[in-house]
């Protein structure tokens, strides 16, 4: 899980899921839990790019879940 972001006024998210991922049921799949994930967290303000690896394919809600909040706390924006 890769995440780039930007200091902004309002919270902005892209999410980017490529085909490396899978078929358009596994990327949708993922697609949806990282929102759902990003939406649990409360992020602070800022424009947000979230890009999955294909290794979250295979990955558990709770599995996806740390990987996210590492990989935001890796990119400096939650602590």
């Known amino acids: ?13 892209g999410i980017v ?15 949806r839990r990282l929102r759902e994930i990003l939406r649990r ?3 602070p303000q800022a424009h947000l790019l979230v ?3 294909p290794e979250a ?6 599995e996806l879940f740390q990987d996210v909040v590492r990989a ?3 990119s400096g924006l939650i602590q």
């Open 1 to 13: 899980m890769s995440v780039k972001w930007l200091p902004a006024p309002e919270l902005r998210v």
């Open 17 to 31: 899921v490529s085909k490396k991922v899978g078929k358009a049921v596994a990327r949708n799949k993922v697609k």
């Open 41 to 43: 967290l409360h992020l």
């Open 51 to 53: 890009i999955a690896h």
């Open 57 to 62: 394919r295979e990955a558990g809600f709770a």
């Open 72 to 74: 935001l706390r890796k």
